[in-house]
């Protein structure tokens, strides 16, 4: 059944459209009906002056049941509707605008990723005097509230943004679809970094997400205020103290929402 509502729901305008054209052609044909048995002589005008306006009346009432039912849908059971049914079907990849990859050859080289191992201060030993001490030490990267972090580089199957897909083209409000979860979770934020922020990166929902996401909504962006231009999204998740356990980063393309 919620198919049925989502399709309902889908396709209102077009709904709408067809059933005004029909009740005004079938009122039409009523008024027609009417005017035929006043003037009617003969019984086969009068039987078929019925037959007609028994017609009309019965598309009559359809359209009108197909239109109440519309808005019936859209005004009571549309807000009780899970998000996730609503959302916008993902679009088809065209293979004919996606440019085609180079070839590779047989047996390509595979070059090995160097971990990098995070550097540990132990407190209160002392320092060997034969110990070597050089300049170049990493820092680990600074949080929200410039204190220390835990990073997870890149998108992982606990924090990602499926929707929408990389160098999408959006406009107005937007819609994203991911996950933010892990073991450590506080809250999640959704932020952008673009023409509109002036490098720096501002979020793009009112609030802090407080409840882990699944495969679900992580919140929505009204940008049609914003200039148009290729935009970077960072997802990321905290824990306790602020700690950045998870961040996620896609592109999208944002296009002026007026024509």
Same mark, same amino acid.
């Given at each position: ?84 049914? *609503? ?130 909504? *992580? ?15 960072? *997802? ?6 602020? *700690? ?16």
């Amino acid at each position: 059944m919620e198919r049925v509502y989502v399709f309902l729901i889908r396709n209102d305008v077009w709904i709408y459209i067809i059933c005004g054209l029909g009740s005004i052609w079938y009122l039409s044909e009523f008024w027609r009906s009417r005017r035929m048995l006043r003037s009617a002589i003969f019984g086969l005008e009068k039987e078929r002056g019925q037959w007609l306006q028994r017609r009309s009346l019965i598309f009559i009432i359809f359209f009108f049941s197909i239109i109440s039912l519309v808005i019936y849908v859209n005004s009571n059971i549309a807000p009780s509707l899970p998000a996730e049914l *609503l959302k916008p079907p993902t679009p088809t990849p065209n293979i004919f605008s996606t440019p085609l990859s180079s070839p590779t050859s047989a047996n390509p080289v595979q070059t090995p990723t160097i971990a990098i191992a995070p550097t540990v201060t132990l407190q209160d030993q002392d320092v060997p005097a034969n110990a070597a001490i050089t300049d170049e030490t990493e820092s680990p990267e600074p949080a929200i509230d410039e204190t220390p972090t835990i990073i997870i580089a890149g998108c992982s199957a606990d924090v990602n943004i499926v929707e929408p897909a990389n160098r999408f083209p959006v406009s107005g409000e937007v819609f994203f679809y991911g996950s933010a979860d892990g073991d450590r979770f506080e809250s999640f934020l959704l932020e952008a970094r673009g023409p509109q922020t002036g490098g720096a990166w501002l979020s793009i929902t009112t609030e802090e997400g407080r409840e882990p996401v699944n495969d679900g909504q *992580l919140g929505t962006a009204n940008l049609s205020n914003w200039l148009p231009g290729l935009y970077t999204v960072r *997802l990321t998740v905290l824990a306790a103290e602020r *700690l950045v356990t998870g961040r996620c980063e896609v592109e999208i393309l944002l296009q002026s929402s007026t024509p």
